[in-house]
Nanobody, 122 residues
Framework: QVQLIEAGGGLVQAGGSLRLSCAAS????????MGWFRQGSGKEREFVAA????????DYSDSVKGRFTVSRDNAKNTVYLQMNNLEPEDTAVYYC???????????????WGQGTQVTVSS
């Protein structure tokens, strides 16, 4: 089973940027669809972005499209989420997830990180 550890969260003003990273261990991420999800206080967890095995295809939720970019470095076994033009509504705990290639379509993931808090002040 792959283990995932997120980093890079913090407090930022609206309009600012953050870059989250997700370091994997135990298995290479080159065989996984990698996704990012978030859960705001009192809200359900929601899909944010995903990347196919080689990063050739990427998917985004409508709420972050054009502002967030998912990327991956399979050689470093790490996935990134570049978040620009952040809004207070982006405040949430952000989770990295790993899934089978089908996860890109089903958004069902098997392995999860512990999450990293992102807080955007207005």
């Amino acid at each position: 089973q792959v283990q995932l550890i997120e980093a890079g969260g913090g407090l930022v003003q609206a309009g600012g940027s953050l870059r989250l990273s997700c370091a994997a261990s135990g298995r290479t991420i080159s065989t996984y669809t990698m996704g990012w999800f978030r859960q705001g206080s009192g809200k359900e967890r929601e899909f944010v972005a995903a990347s196919t095995l080689n990063g050739g295809s990427k998917d985004y939720s409508d709420s972050v499209k054009g502002r967030f970019t998912v990327s991956r470095d399979n050689a470093k076994n790490t996935v990134y989420l570049q978040m620009n033009n952040l809004e207070p509504e982006d405040t949430a705990v952000y989770y990295c997830a790993a899934g089978t290639p089908w996860a890109y379509l089903t958004r069902t993931y098997a392995a999860w990180g512990q999450g990293t808090q992102v807080t955007v002040s207005s």
